[in-house]
């Protein structure tokens, strides 16, 4: 038909559908070309299966049990949960009497307390609360005297 391109990708099939075509398959005999061929186009459906899993719109969990804590100064710890082309999240853990040294920052930056108290350069911020410091604008020392969980999250530089 005139405007309408026909398409040369095949749709994925149903997994239950591709294990019956398989066990079917082997009781068949098939010369070496055919099977490659077969083999081929059901490794190539499951590859754009895969690829569209993975696409921006899955969902990304990270359990309390997965990730690496590192120490990034003396009673401050880091979480890195998601760093992508656009993004970056990450937990903080600083432990009572701890402090991070004044920093800019390069793109905006949305911080969560999610436990305990911190004073960022002079504003108090308690559990549940939210403070963005906005692209550009340097923070002074960011201190804890009973100890914080934040969550923090910036665009990518």
């Given at each position: 038909?005139?405007?309408?391109?026909?398409?040369?990708?095949?749709?994925?099939?149903?997994?239950?559908?591709?294990?019956?075509?398989?066990?079917?398959?082997?009781?068949?005999?098939?010369?070496?070309?055919?099977?490659?061929?077969?083999?081929?186009?059901?490794?190539?459906?499951?590859?754009?299966?895969?690829?569209h899993s993975k696409d921006s719109?899955?969902?990304?969990?990270?359990?309390?049990?997965?990730?690496?804590?590192?120490?990034?100064?003396?009673?401050?710890?880091?979480?890195?949960?998601?760093?992508?082309?656009?993004?970056?999240?990450?937990?903080?853990?600083?432990?009572?009497?701890?402090?991070?040294?004044?920093?800019?920052?390069?793109?905006?930056?949305?911080?969560?307390?999610?436990?305990?108290?911190?004073?960022?350069?002079?504003?108090?911020?308690?559990?549940?609360?939210?403070?963005?410091?906005?692209?550009?604008?340097?923070?002074?020392?960011?201190?804890?005297?009973?100890?914080?969980?934040?969550?923090?999250?910036?665009?990518?530089?």
């Open positions: 038909m005139a405007g309408h391109s026909k398409s040369t990708e095949r749709p994925v099939i149903d997994a239950d559908i591709e294990e019956a075509i398989l066990i079917n398959l082997s009781l068949m005999p098939l010369n070496d070309a055919t099977r490659s061929a077969l083999l081929e186009r059901t490794l190539a459906a499951t590859r754009r299966k895969d690829s719109h899955s969902f990304v969990t990270v359990l309390q049990k997965d990730g690496e804590w590192r120490e990034i100064v003396s009673g401050v710890f880091q979480k890195r949960l998601l760093e992508n082309e656009k993004m970056h999240a990450t937990l903080y853990r600083m432990l009572p009497g701890s402090s991070f040294p004044a920093h800019e920052h390069p793109t905006d930056e949305e911080c969560v307390c999610l436990e305990g108290e911190v004073d960022l350069g002079g504003i108090a911020l308690r559990a549940g609360e939210f403070h963005l410091a906005p692209q550009g604008v340097r923070h002074g020392q960011i201190r804890t005297e009973e100890g914080c969980l934040l969550y923090v999250r910036c665009a990518a530089s």
